[in-house]
């Protein structure tokens, strides 16, 4: 194998043993375990959860649980042409040496590599041809939110935060592998005790039944006693649970190449189009000492330059001043730079020497999402434009240079209008600089279709076409006539397959298999992407995407409503209906 790395690029990303990586021994171990990342390494190692869970089950004595990630080109064709398996990162081993394979699903786009993967593992690829001698296959993350359109493949989903739920599974799971590995006890027996776990979600024991105009007519557990519905595991107590403080340091470049530290799980606002708060919910916070304790923990164990404070509206967290303040002061000898994600402006007033200023100056980036103040009532975005102008002078006062904007396209009740606000908005935020420093500022605008995902308000809303979504692209282009703001565009045919791929229903299984038979892999990755290859795979299994991203009544079963998310799906209504300017909710 050693040979073989010298001739593939990057290989420092298959060689593991880097500084902090669990160094157990496999053989002694009882419980085998393999995370899964179904995209590159250096993408996966910027997966905060992985490395949460990875960090869990190696603290436990009788466990090892080992990294793999989708090998780059050159790698799988090493692989399949020297006939090799894909092996983990830490012992080399096979991965169907393992006893359980578990994947983390953050992307609809991700789902033909999981398929890739297991193919490479030499492993079937469907549950129900996997037998006893085959590792279990199972999968969390964001995308479990609606885990039916990969159903055929996964034996079970743990459906929302797994630090808990992980450990009971694999209770369970011990007190029965003796004798389901000596065919002692069915498959099927063991899954329906894993299925007592809170948030565990085995598709082979659910029936799904639909109409003839492919709607689901109906969808209940085989056996009695299991739950109707699946409710969403939640973490109670964020100061309790494990932060992976020993950080695993790659020897190469990740897309997040820094300690990522959650000072939050959830968020206070309510977008009606993000997933995110539906997936986090509901809302808690660390306290600022524990934050400062495990920042200090994972800096000691690493000694990486940056430290990125994560949550979904990190501007939202008490005091967060003075928990940047204090965290610059510890760390301004070590010459560590403090990072943050998207800001509300509000949190940036008058603070701009505790705060902008003392955070690495790479940009600053918003989110209003919406051109117009009258969009941005109706999907609930909180944003005021009087804050940001004023937020955005005083950052241009601070030495900063550009701006990020993010906006969305194909929100409910758009128009001309809104799509003009857009560039209007944009404009207005270069020029403030002119005023300032004689010069506008550059805007980079990232423009992307929305995608209107499960458990949110906007569920029920039809999605634009790629037609559609093209003609606004060229309206944009003709309103932008200053160079100094820069459009940036989602790819639509993407966004039209993770629109179809997220709203699925278990029928989609078949489309990804025929897919990934074509050489579907990477689908995230425009290199890669192959639009034409899943319009074949469709149109050979008879199945129309346009019929899962159409508007559906507020009364139809959709294929994810058997997951409770601590959100009704009345709740959800109320606010669909408020988001379409309907104001009797």
């Given amino acids: ?24 021994d496999f053989d002694s171990c009882f419980l085998k375990v393999a995370l899964g990342f179904p995209d590159l390494y250096e993408i996966g190692m910027s997966n905060l959860g992985l490395r949460i869970i990875y960090g869990i089950l190696n603290n436990i004595i009788d466990v090892t ?49 999981v398929l890739n993967l297991l193919e490479l593992s030499g492993l079937a690829l469907q549950s129900s041809q996997r037998d006893n001698l085959s590792p279990l296959i199972i999968a969390g993350g964001p995308c479990a939110l609606n885990p039916e359109p990969m159903a055929d493949f996964f034996d079970l989903f743990i459906i929302g935060e797994a630090e808990e739920a992980v450990v009971e599974f694999l209770d369970i799971y011990r007190k029965f592998k003796i004798d389901f590995k000596k065919g002692a006890i069915s498959k099927e027996l063991l899954l329906i005790e894993l299925a007592k776990v809170e948030g565990v979600y085995v598709p082979s024991l659910y029936n799904a039944e639909y109409n003839q105009d492919a709607g689901l007519k109906s969808f209940s557990p085989k056996i009695n006693g299991l739950p109707v519905r699946i409710k969403k595991r939640v973490v109670e107590d964020l100061d309790s649970v494990y932060f992976p403080c020993n950080w695993v340091t790659p020897y190469i470049q990740t897309i997040h190449d820094r300690i990522t530290l959650e000072i939050s799980r959830g968020c206070p606002n309510r977008c009606r ?82 705060l902008i200023a003392k955070i690495k100056k790479t940009g600053l980036t918003f989110a209003p999402e919406a051109g117009t103040r009258r969009l941005r009532r109706l999907i609930s975005k909180d944003f005021s434009e009087e804050d940001f102008f004023l937020a955005v002078s005083e950052a241009y006062q601070a030495g900063y240079q550009h701006l990020k904007l993010y906006f969305l396209i194909g929100l409910p009740t758009e128009n001309e ?21 004689g010069g506008p500022a550059q805007i980079n605008i990232s423009i992307n279709p929305l995608i209107p995902k499960p458990h949110t308000p906007l569920q029920w809303l039809k999605m634009d076409s790629i037609e559609k979504n093209k003609e606004k692209q060229s309206y944009l282009y003709s309103r932008n006539k200053d160079r100094r703001l820069k459009l940036n565009f989602h790819n639509f045919q993407m966004a039209h397959l993770e629109g179809v791929l997220s709203r699925g229903d278990r029928k989609l299984s078949k489309v990804i298999m025929t897919a990934h038979r074509k050489g579907a892999k990477f689908d995230a990755w425009s290199n ?30 959709l294929a994810w409503d058997f997951i409770d998310t601590g959100i009704s799906k009345d709740m959800l209504a109320k606010e669909y209906n408020l988001a379409l300017g309907n104001n009797s909710g």
Avoid: H
């Fill in 1 to 24: 194998m050693i040979e073989d790395l010298l001739t593939v690029r990057r290989p420092a990303q298959y060689l593991g043993n880097e500084w902090n990586a669990s160094k157990k």
């Fill in 528 to 557: 890669y992407f192959s639009y034409l290859k899943w319009q074949e795979a469709f149109a050979e299994e008879g199945i129309d995407p346009q019929k899962y991203l159409d508007e559906k009544p507020i009364s139809a079963l």
């Fill in 417 to 437: 209008e809104d799509l003009s606000g857009i560039i209007n908005f944009a404009k207005e935020a270069s020029e403030l600089k002119r005023k300032i420093t």
């Fill in 65 to 113: 649980c080992e990294r793999f990630f989708a090998p780059e080109e050159d790698m799988e064709k090493v692989l399949r042409d020297s006939g090799q398996r894909l092996f983990s990162l830490e012992t080399n081993r096979d991965l169907a040496e393992f006893d359980i394979l578990g994947f983390s699903l953050g992307s609809e786009l991700n789902y033909t590599n």
């Fill in 273 to 354: 189009f993000c997933q995110a708060r539906t997936q986090y919910y509901p809302l808690r916070n660390r306290k600022k000492e524990k934050v400062i304790s495990l920042a200090k923990q994972a800096y000691d164990s690493s000694g990486y330059e940056e430290l990125s404070l994560a949550g979904l509206s990190v501007s939202d967290y008490p005091n967060i001043v003075s928990l940047v303040s204090e965290l610059t002061d510890i760390f301004k000898e070590e010459a560590v730079n403090l990072s943050l994600p998207s800001l509300k402006a509000k949190s940036l007033l008058g603070n701009v020497s505790t």
